[in-house]
């Protein structure tokens, strides 16, 4: 991803009685508080992530599609995870970066 771009992200935290969600952009740098504006950190470590392209009716199969290549690969989700929605005009499809960070090995 271009840091210059500004692209829309959706973090999201489940826990088995409550899911907290933060919707933001991505920025090169922090951004000064402002009011009920604040800078959040993606998570560090390994991602498990695919793209999906289409429709956002379609976001539900990929993030199956990543839950999957998890038990596959004996990789457990350590919780967060976000969605990156990317820039799309009429002539191409919304491409949307699923991705959930991993537990370390």
Request: hydrophobic content about 40%; some cysteine; proline content about 9%.
């Amino acid at each position: 991803m271009e840091p210059s771009t500004n692209y829309e992200v959706s973090l999201q935290h489940a826990t088995a009685r409550t899911l907290a969600a933060v919707h933001a952009r991505l920025a090169p740098n922090r951004v000064p508080a402002v009011g009920n504006v604040r800078s959040v950190a993606l998570p560090r470590g390994q991602v498990a992530m695919t793209t999906h392209r289409g429709a956002y009716t379609g976001l539900r199969a990929a993030h199956d599609a990543v839950l999957a290549w998890c038990r596959a690969h004996s990789r457990t989700p350590a919780g967060p995870r976000w969605e990156v929605y990317g820039h799309w005009t009429e002539h191409a499809p919304p491409q949307t970066d699923v991705c959930y960070l991993l537990l370390p090995r």
